[in-house]
Nanobody
Framework: VQLQASGGGLVQAGGSLRLSCATSGRTFSRYDMGWFRQAPGKEREFVAA????????YYADSVKGRFTISRDNAKNTVYLQMNSLKPEDTAVYYCAAGWFHRPDREREYSYWGQGTLVTVSS
């Protein structure tokens, strides 16, 4: 499985961006999907995840109510809609695929994309 994240860019605080993660292969619909981010000088952290059915979603407390994860299995794509962005959301955002019991654990994801940079100016 190959993952390609896109949609990052520069946005002012309070603005919105939508990240996309396109995947190759016919088995996308069988994978749970997640988004993680890594800010400069910090460890990578969990942002959001969605089960393979799309029925269950999970969010870090820091983004709950502002970010929404969704997926379109027909398009082999997972999305992260980010609203009310804050400067502290600045990071490289990574999408990942796997089968998780704990969606916030990196080790439960087998495949990772290359990352897309989101910069939020104050």
């Amino acid at each position: 499985v190959q993952l390609q994240a896109s949609g990052g860019g520069l946005v002012q605080a309070g603005g919105s961006l939508r990240l996309s993660c396109a995947t190759s292969g016919r088995t996308f619909s069988r994978y749970d999907m997640g988004w993680f981010r890594q800010a400069p000088g910090k460890e990578r952290e969990f942002v959001a995840a969605i089960s393979w059915t799309g029925d269950n979603t999970y969010y870090a407390d820091s983004v709950k109510g502002r970010f929404t994860i969704s997926r379109d299995n027909a398009k082999n794509t997972v999305y992260l809609q980010m609203n009310s962005l804050k400067p502290e959301d600045t990071a490289v955002y990574y999408c990942a695929a796997g089968w998780f019991h704990r969606p916030d654990r990196e080790r439960e994801y087998s495949y990772w994309g290359q990352g897309t940079l989101v910069t939020v100016s104050s």
